[in-house]
Nanobody, 125 residues
Framework: QVQLVESGGGLVQAGDSRRLSCAAS????????MGWFRQAPGKEREFAAA????????YYADSVKGRFTISRDNAKNTVYLQMNSLKPDDTAVYYC??????????????????WGQGTQVTVSS
């Protein structure tokens, strides 16, 4: 059974940095793609970043490109989201998600069957 556990959220000030972690367990993820999504209050969940576990190919939403970096540590089975130059608009619950790298659109949350519980990131101005 796949389990994803996020950590690292909290309250930060605009311009600060924060690193989120997603510890994955329950299977071998070598053929998987791992995604970070976020949901702000009153808004739909949106794609932030994704990485293929094997090749390390990365994808980013335009809203975070150049500020966020997704990476993975194979030995620790952990995916990270390094967030720099945070803005109040980045305030959201951040979710880690996983699915087989099947060629489906990586930014569509409906294609991911496995989700973590989420971690809150609040950016004050």
């Amino acid at each position: 059974q796949v389990q994803l556990v996020e950590s690292g959220g909290g309250l930060v000030q605009a311009g600060d940095s924060r690193r989120l972690s997603c510890a994955a367990s329950g299977r071998t993820f070598s053929s998987y793609i791992m995604g970070w999504f976020r949901q702000a209050p009153g808004k739909e969940r949106e794609f932030a970043a994704a990485i293929t576990w094997n090749e390390g190919t990365t994808y980013y939403a335009d809203s975070v490109k150049g500020r966020f970096t997704i990476s993975r540590d194979n030995a620790k089975n952990t995916v990270y989201l390094q967030m720099n130059s945070l803005k109040p608009d980045d305030t959201a619950v951040y979710y880690c998600a996983a699915r087989r790298n099947s060629g489906l659109a990586y930014s569509r949350d409906g294609t991911y069957p496995y989700w973590g519980q989420g971690t809150q990131v609040t950016v004050s101005s």
